[in-house]
C-alpha cells in the first residue's frame, strides 16, 4: 500500500449534522479516510459551536441547495464512489432512497438521536441524558436532574460508531459486500453508561443525594488547608490502605463496621462517618503535602484543574494530544491529537477542514460492485472469526473486550489465579467473553498462555508500564508466537512523559483534566456519574483493534497499537479543549446544576422533571406558563417551575409540545424497562446474584448483515480454561499437570450476575 494508514483510500461522505456523527467521521479521517461533508438540510444554527473545528478536521467541507435536482445529483454521483456514508437525520436518508438495506459495497453509517430535535448542538446530549436515565443517576446534593455541561455521551457514539463502522469495514474485505449500521442516540448513552444501566427490579432507586464527590469516599475530590482540592483515586483494598495510612487515619479500616472489607467503605450506614473522617485529615494540609506523600505511597492522587489549562500539561504535551492547525475560520487553532496510536500503520497528524464550493468537491470512480450473491444474513457478527485475548482488570480492559464480544469476536478474558479482583462490582464488563485463569508467573501457566497466543489474533491488556515485560508477554515475545498479531495496550498516562508510569483511574482523570470542576463550577467539584475516561479508552481499545484488523486484512501485517486514559480526557472534551482567538468559553454548571440558561435546563414536575429546550421566551408566555415576557432570568425560572410543578411529566410535555418548545421526560433508570420499545430494542434479561432477573443493555449497535442476536452472559472465573487451552493445542493430560500444579484454574459458571455500579 503506497499510503500506510490504517484507512488510507477508504472514502466517507459524511451527511451528518449532530456532535456524535461528526466525531465519527473525524475519528475515520483521523487514520487515512478521505470525508466529504456536506451540511444537511436540518442542521440548526444552534449547532455552529467552536468544536466543529477539531470535528470536521481532516475534512473536505461544502454546502448544497437540497431542493435543487442538479445538486442532488452530485451527491448521488459522490454516493457511487462512497465506501462509507454517515447519516443523522431521516430527511437525508429518504431523500436518497437509503432508507432499506444498502447495496453493493456501501456501508451506511445511521446514527439517529432519538430526540425530537434531530440535529444541532449541546442539547441533543442534554434531551438524550434526559430520556435515556443518565441525568436522574448523577450524585448531587439534592438528588434532582443534573444537567452534565460536556457532551460525553455524544462522543462516546461517536467513538463507538466509528468502532463498529471499522469492523464493517473487516467483515467487508472477507465477504465483499456492505451493509446498514446503526448507532443511534440511545446506543450512545448505554455504551458510555453500560455499568450504571444494570437493574435489579426487585431494587430500590439508588440514592444520588450522596453529595457531588460521588458514593465511594475514597474514590473523590476533597479541599485541603490552602482552599484547592485533591482527588484521591483509592477503589481498591491496596490503595485504600494506603491512602488512610497517609492520612493517619488508618484506624478507619479495622473498624469493626468495615471489618477490613473495601466494600464497606462506600455502604449506605458507613459512608457519611468514612467521608467526614478524610474530610478532617484533608483540611490539615495544603494541597502539596498531600500530593507528595500519597504519591509517595504509589496512590493515584492528583490536583483538580481546569480544562483550559489541561492542554498546555507537561504530559498531555508529551503523549502528542496538543496539537496546533491553522483553521479557515479561526486562524491558529489549539485542540487535541489522536486517541489511537497505531505503531504499524501511523496515522498523520490533523490537518485543518477545508471549505470549498460545491462544484470543486472531488470525483469518486464508482465502486466496483461485488460479484457473486450476497451472503445470507449470519447471526455472528461482523468480527466472527477474530480471537481476542482480554488481559484487561479493572474496567477499561474488561470494557475494551466485552465491546469486542458485541462485535462478534472470541473473546477470551485472561485473568490472574483468584480471578479478576473488580469482579465484585464489575461483572457486568465481562459479558461476551470466556475465562482462562492462569498464573502467568509460574512457567507453565506462561507456556500455555503463549499456545493459546499461537491461535489468537489480538491480546489487550491495560497494565502499568513495565507489567508486559515482567511476565514476559511483551509485544516481542507475542510476535516470536504469532507473526501478524496485533496488541492493544491501554495504560494511564501513555507510555513517555513525567507521568507515564503513575497509576490512574477514571475519575482521578477527570479531575485533573478539568472535568470535574467545570461540572461544579463555583460550587464543589462534581464526580462525574458517567466513567466517561475508562469507558472511552476501553472504546477506544477496540476502535484501535479494529483499524489495525482492518489494516492486516489488507496489508497482511500485524502491529503494536495503544491508547490512554489521558488520551480519552482529551477526546471526550475536545469541544471544550478547543483554543483559538475570541473563542468562547466552554459551558461551565454549578451546584445541582439544572442548565444554562431558563429557555434550557430541567424543570420539576409532580412526578420528576422535564428537561425543556425554547427557542424564547415569548413561547412560555403563549403556553400559559409566563404571563409576562418582561421579567428577569430568575423570576422567569421561578414562575415557569411553579406552574410546572403542578403537571406531571407527561402533561407538561404534552403542554410544552403543542406550544413549539421541545422537551422530553427525565427518566429514573429503573424506569426503562417500562417502555416496551426500549425494553424490546436496547434490553436483555440476564440471571443475577440475587436470585432474580436483572435488565442489562443488549445490543449495541444494529447490522443488516452480520448482527448477533445473543444475550452476552458473564463467565464465572476460569469457568472455559480446559477447553480453551484444548482448542490451542495443549494435550489434556498436560492441562491436567498445569490445573494440579495451580499453573491454571478451573473455574465453574458464575450463579448471577452482580448489583449496580457503585456510581
Known sequence: MKDNQALAGVRVLDLSGTIASSVAGMLLGDYGAEVVHLKPAKWREAGELPGLAVWHRNKICSELDWASDASLGIVRELLRGADICITSDAFTAT?????????????????????????????????????????LRQSSFGGGAIDLVTPYVS??????????????????????????????????SIVANIATLVMDPAAPPIDTTVGPGGAMPTYSSYRCADDKWVFIGAPTPKFQQASLEVLGIP???????????????HSPENRSWVRAMIADAFATQPSDYWLKRLEAADVPVGLVGETRDWLSDPQIQAIG???????????????????????????????????????????????????????????????????????????????????????GADVVKVEPRGGDVFRTVGAHYNRGMRSLEVDLRNPMGHAAFLQLVGVSDVVMDNYRLGVLDRLAIDYESLTAVKPDVITVSVTGFGEIGPLARRPAFDPMMGAISGMQKSQGGDSDPVFIGVAVNDVSSGCAAAFAACLALFHRARAGEGQRTGTSLAAASVFMQSGELIQYPDCPP?????????????????????????????????????????ESAHVDDDVAADQIAGALRLLSREEAVALLEANGIFSVPARNICELPDDP??????????????????????????????????????????????????????PMSEIEDAIASGAVHQGKPLKGIGGVSYR
Open 95 to 135: 431523500e436518497l432512497g437509503m432508507n432499506g438495506e444498502e447495496p453493493g459495497r456501501l456501508i451506511h453509517l445511521r446514527m439517529p438521536p432519538c430526540v425530537p430535535l434531530e440535529s444541532g448542538g449541546l442539547d441533543v446530549d442534554n434531551l438524550l441524558a434526559a430520556i435515556s436515565g443518565v441525568a
Open 155 to 188: 462522543y462516546e457514539q461517536g467513538l463507538w460508531a466509528a468502532t463498529a463502522t471499522v469492523a464493517a469495514l473487516v467483515e467487508r474485505e472477507k465477504s465483499g459486500f456492505g451493509q446498514q449500521v446503526t448507532v443511534d442516540g440511545l446506543h450512545g
Open 251 to 265: 484506624q478507619v479500616w479495622i473498624d469493626p463496621r468495615i471489618g477490613g472489607t473495601f466494600t464497606n467503605l
Open 321 to 407: 494530544q496538543r496539537r496546533i492547525v491553522t483553521d479557515p475560520c479561526h486562524g491558529e487553532t489549539v485542540m487535541g491529537g489522536l486517541l489511537v496510536e497505531l505503531f504499524g500503520s501511523p496515522a498523520e497528524g490533523p490537518s485543518p477542514r477545508r471549505f470549498v464550493p460545491f462544484e470543486e468537491l472531488p470525483v469518486w470512480p464508482g465502486q466496483k460492485q461485488p460479484s457473486g450473491r450476497k451472503p445470507r444474513p449470519t447471526n455472528r457478527g461482523p468480527l466472527d472469526g477474530i480471537r481476542v485475548l482480554n488481559l484487561g482488570a479493572m474496567l477499561a480492559g474488561p470494557y475494551g473486550g466485552m465491546l469486542m464480544a458485541e462485535l
Open 586 to 626: 466552554p459551558r461551565v454548571g454549578g451546584r445541582d446544576f439544572a442548565g444554562p440558561s431558563v429557555l434550557d435546563r430541567f424543570y420539576p414536575s409532580t412526578d420528576g422533571y422535564v428537561r425543556v429546550l425554547a427557542n424564547s421566551i415569548d413561547q412560555f408566555v403563549d403556553a400559559g406558563i409566563l
Open 677 to 730: 420499545s426500549i425494553r424490546t430494542d436496547y434490553l436483555a434479561i440476564v440471571r443475577g446474584d440475587t436470585g432474580g432477573d436483572f435488565f442489562v443493555p443488549n445490543r449495541l449497535a444494529r447490522f443488516s448483515r452480520t448482527e448477533r442476536p445473543d444475550t452476552l452472559q458473564t463467565p464465572g472465573a476460569g469457568e472455559h480454561t480446559r477447553d480453551l487451552l484444548e482448542t490451542a493445542g495443549v
